[in-house]
């Protein structure tokens, strides 16, 4: 980084609207800046510790260039500084991310501040610094730092995203859209990884949901309920609000040894500390109207339901009228239930300041309301977070931090989904409300200038539940009864809500759920082949409680200018808990408690040790480092996969197939090392390569689903708690070059080798006695191979226009099993096989061969493999405070199977869907009203061009998928915009918003 000399700061060079923000920006990091220091704690016993910023350089006479031993150098406003050795050289260690301003002062030399230094996550900050001698005491000269563009200590890529882009400035609603914008993203994955291969940090705690990711991971949708147990908003057990976030970086392919257990990649997050004076912002933003969906209306084939309604009364038996009497869903109904009318809201408040001379805090709360697009939508989630620093001593520092989403259980109120099965009967899909809590204490000891430890304790946790409300006890679920969810306890509760024996009937009358919806077909809508539904649903309640206690350490020394050595642990004992009650197909075996009961807690634990050398030179930068991780399920497996079951009888009487396992399952190891290596080629550009092999532990729902019992009496399935999870061995070359001033250009090659990519079945026929004739077992299989070249070209801020635009070449292969054409062997009885047991490790010679991944389907587990992505960020600063700011992208479509093009699977034809365009833009006008008061107008469009872009196509029938690839027409036989389980086939239709904001 160089600097250029100037009594002022220099910024004649910038639009006015730019001076007015980085004058802005210099006063509310000078605020922040004492809790900044603070979250030196933060560096604590997570990542976060590892990968905050260090200010490094040389101190020189101008003359002579003779260095200056005993300098002293401080970060204004903080208590962070170091002096110069005797070769000059010197160090600030755990600077948190932001802009600075750094004080230098010499005996007998004048005063040197540098401002606009910035410092970014785990990135080494060059700052060289030459003084001039002075007779004349307290002469202090100001200079501005000129940010290097090429980073010569990056050893693998990473994208950065500054609090400008974060903090409610693009046209966004989450983090996530933001982290889309980067080229090593798309949709949650991670060149090529699944979404459960990534992780989350903030302040380098693990956020990330343990059980499902996103909308994926096993039993996400159950079918016979019609329910989602998971949206593709939770990926993490707590949403981050924008304004609390100082900067956010993507770590994809290679990373540090420090960072927590993860095979595709890293979002790493640092969050914002309270300044030495009170500031704050106010901002809110509503759509204008309801929202709409792309594609056909829901209710286009509203006439084909009345006119089956019509043919059962003219049929004129008492079964049909009285079937035709419970269709009574009309157009007045969309607006009961409500169908895309009301607006979507959110709002956010935060504010930070000083807590005592020694401490401070930064609040922030954000409210989201919002009626979705589809019916009987509704979501409503409060997001709150503290975060309190105090200085125990000038070497110590405790950092506390709290993050708290509320979806319901505390402010108790329900929100709904969308199923497409119960569209004419919205009553008939479970409601539900959520709870997210990340907490963590740290405490951060300077031993020495160049040493310090930080311990970190830390608890998150997330609860899911879902069900239906009965406020009055009638036994019928009404529209608005949002209390306590219904559990079963009795015989006789059984019996009113599920009907005798779970026939859905009790004497003449019709109990509102059945004990049979995957048989039952009184309530099916005749044009629908069994899609849609006017009544009865199965019976559904759970909660699924996952949360997890972390103990984490970290020690950092930089025992001289050249090496910074890292070394730390981590243990952490995860909590699963899951009670579930269902009905799915008639439990012929327990006719007084005919539903489904799943229950039970697990421990997995996890383990960790690392090291870590940092080693730095003009000329080479290189990481090196090495972790050990351990995975321990904290369950059993079976003893013998032939003798699976036992009846048991519970306290309440009801009757259940239980799991018989009993042999240990011992903990997992692994061993990841890594190297990444920089070095410049000229003055403005820097080559870059790593390598290093990485683990992720399993999502839970992969190995823990059903766990306990044989839940469903029909063709039962378990998880294999020994799966292998997924590892990767990830290669990187890439370049950085600045070819203008204010331009930089970085190229990456990539490639990822990964295996237990995907999962594969056994069928088992047990021996007698067990409950059913056959269960299938679930268990890790298959490798997948992910390469890539990346480019990101990023204009900085300067004059009136800043932004990024990049692109990826991706190519993503997956093995598929070739037991069609080759014996793998995967079907066992106890008959045949019951003598030699099963050879589960057999499948790691099975036949397979490459293929794309394809769509189809669940749009949020699948289509990810986009062979060109290009996404653009840009911000233009316009005169009077005008700003424009927008997002847009491109993709090509995802891959898919043809039907029926041949019978060997290595020869099936594949094409791909339509490329997708969006454009999102928020234009705003600016209030300056003195001092750091500013306010913004803004009105905002998403998908300003009203693309209708394809995510996956309705594949229920064979009939569907045909009309898909001949017309590329994915909304099937049936014309619906989402599939069956309520996930839209199209990206959003456009939509509107306007708000406002206030800082202070």
Not at 418 to 437: H, W
Not at 748 to 770: L, M
Request: hydrophobic letters at 35%.
């Amino acid at each position: 980084m160089q600097l250029c000399e100037s009594k002022r700061l220099r910024l004649n060079s910038l639009s006015p609207v730019l001076t007015r923000r980085v004058v802005m920006q210099h006063r509310v990091s000078r605020r922040g800046v004492g809790a900044l220091l603070i979250a030196l704690t933060l560096l604590a016993a997570t990542n976060a510790f590892a990968a905050l910023g260090k200010i490094a350089g040389t101190v020189k006479d101008a003359q002579t260039g003779a260095p200056l031993p005993g300098a002293n150098l401080t970060v204004v406003g903080t208590i962070l500084g170091a002096s110069s050795d005797a070769d000059g050289n010197y160090f600030i260690l755990n600077v948190p991310p932001g802009v600075y301003s750094v004080r230098v002062t010499y005996i007998g030399y004048e005063t040197k501040v540098i401002n606009n230094v910035a410092v970014r996550l785990d990135v080494t900050t060059p700052i060289d610094v030459t003084l001039t001698q002075t007779v004349v005491a307290g002469e202090e000269v100001t200079v501005v730092a000129e940010r290097a563009l090429v980073d010569r200590t990056l050893t693998a890529s990473r994208a950065s995203i500054s609090a400008n882009e974060l903090n409610n400035t693009l046209p966004t609603s989450s983090i996530a859209e933001v982290v889309e914008t980067t080229a090593s993203t798309f949709r949650g994955y991670i060149r090529g990884g699944r979404k459960y291969e990534s992780r989350t940090l903030v302040d380098g705690i693990n956020i990330s949901d343990t059980y499902f990711s996103g909308g994926t991971g096993d039993g996400v949708y159950q079918l016979y309920t019609s329910t989602r147990r998971s949206e593709g908003s939770e990926t993490n057990v707590v949403n981050v609000n924008p304004e609390t976030v100082s900067e956010l970086a993507v770590l994809a392919g290679t990373f540090n040894a420090e960072y927590d257990a993860a095979s595709a990649g890293i979002i790493n997050i640092a969050t914002r500390d309270g300044g030495r004076k009170l500031s704050g912002k106010v901002f809110f933003r509503s759509s204008a109207g309801g929202l709409n969906h792309a594609g056909p209306g829901v209710y286009n084939d509203l006439a084909r339901f009345q006119n089956d309604r019509q043919s059962l009364l003219n049929n004129k038996t008492a079964s049909d009228s009285a079937r035709a009497r419970l269709m009574a869903f009309d157009e007045n109904s969309k607006s009961t239930f409500g169908y895309g009318e009301d607006p979507t809201m959110d709002g956010e408040l935060s504010l930070g300041g000083p807590l005592t001379e020694k401490g401070n805090f930064y609040f922030s709360s954000r409210v989201l309301n919002s009626h979705g697009r589809f019916t009987n939508e509704f979501t409503r989630e409060i997001n709150s977070s503290l975060k309190l620093n105090y200085n125990l001593t000038n070497t110590q520092k405790l950092t506390a931090n709290v993050i708290l989403n509320d979806g319901g259980i505390l402010g108790g109120w329900k929100n709904r989904t969308f199923s497409s099965r119960f569209k004419f009967f919205p009553v008939g899909n479970p409601q539900n409300e959520k709870l997210g809590l990340v907490s963590y204490l740290a405490w951060t000891n300077s031993i020495s200038p160049k040493t310090f430890f930080d311990v970190r304790a830390s608890y998150i946790g997330r609860t899911s539940r879902f069900g239906y409300s009965d406020d009055d006890g009638n036994g019928r679920i009404e529209q608005g009864e949002d209390g306590e969810f219904l559990k079963l306890t009795t015989k006789e509760q059984s019996e009113k809500y599920l009907g005798v024996g779970g026939s859905g009937v009790i004497g003449t009358q019709r109990t509102f759920f059945t004990g049979d919806p995957g048989n039952e077909r009184y309530h099916d809508v005749p044009f629908s082949s069994g899609q849609y539904r006017f009544g009865q649903p199965g019976f559904y309640y759970e909660e699924l409680k996952r949360n997890a206690i972390q103990l984490k350490g970290d020690l950092t020394s930089q025992i001289n200018f050249n090496h910074q050595l890292k070394a730390g642990f981590l243990y952490r004992r995860h909590s699963v808990e899951d009670f579930q009650q269902r009905t799915q197909v008639i439990k012929t075996f327990d006719r007084n408690f005919p539903f489904e009961e799943t229950s039970y807690k697990l421990n997995p634990q996890e383990f960790a040790l690392y090291a870590q050398d940092r080693i730095e030179y003009q000329g080479i930068i290189i990481n090196a480092g090495v972790r050990i991780d351990g995975f321990d399920t904290g369950a059993e497996q079976f003893g013998d996969f032939f003798n699976v079951s036992r009846s048991d009888t519970l306290p309440s009487g009801a009757i259940q197939r239980t799991q018989l396992r009993s042999a240990n399952v011992p903990t997992k190891w692994f061993f990841g090392p890594r190297l990444g290596i920089s070095h410049p080629i000229s003055d403005n550009a820097a080559m870059h390569y790593s390598w290093g092999r990485f683990f992720s532990p399993p999502s839970f729902s992969l190995i823990f689903e059903n766990y306990g019992n044989f839940s469903n009496p029909s063709l039962p399935y378990v998880q294999d708690v020994t799966l292998d999870p997924p590892t990767a061995t990830a290669y990187e070359i890439g370049v950085q070059w600045s070819f203008l001033p204010d331009f930089r250009m970085d190229a990456t090659a990539y490639y990822r080798d990964i295996s237990n990519y995907g999962t594969t079945g056994y069928s088992i026929n047990p021996a007698a006695g067990q409950g059913f004739g056959s269960y299938t077992y679930v268990t890790s299989f298959g490798y997948a191979d992910a390469r890539g070249i990346e480019l990101t070209l990023e204009k900085r801020p300067s004059g009136w226009l800043s932004g990024r635009f990049s692109y990826a070449f991706s190519y993503i292969k997956g093995a598929a099993n070739a037991s069609s054409i080759s014996p793998n062997k995967n079907a066992f009885s106890a008959a045949a096989d019951a003598a030699n047991g099963i050879p589960f490790d057999d499948r790691y010679q099975w036949n397979t061969f490459p293929v794309n991944i394809t769509g189809g389907g669940n749009a949020l587990a699948s289509g990810f493999d986009r062979e060109h992505r290009m996404s653009m960020t840009f911000l233009v600063d316009l005169p009077y405070e005008i700003d424009i700011t927008g997002i847009s992208s491109a993709q090509s479509g995802f891959w898919y199977f043809l039907t029926n093009t041949t019978t060997d699977l290595r020869g099936r034809e594949q094409k791909r869907s339509p490329w997708s365009y969006r454009t999102d833009l928020r234009l705003s006008k600016g209030f300056n009203f003195g001092g750091t008061r500013f306010g913004r107008l803004f009105v905002e469009g998403r998908n300003i061009f009203n693309q209708s872009n394809i995510l996956t196509w309705d594949n229920f029938d064979i009939a569907s998928s045909v009309l898909w690839e001949k017309d590329q027409n994915p909304t099937g036989t049936l014309n619906r915009p989402t599939t069956a389980d309520g996930v839209p086939l199209y990206d959003i239709a456009r939509e509107l918003y306007f708000g406002i904001d206030f800082s202070f």
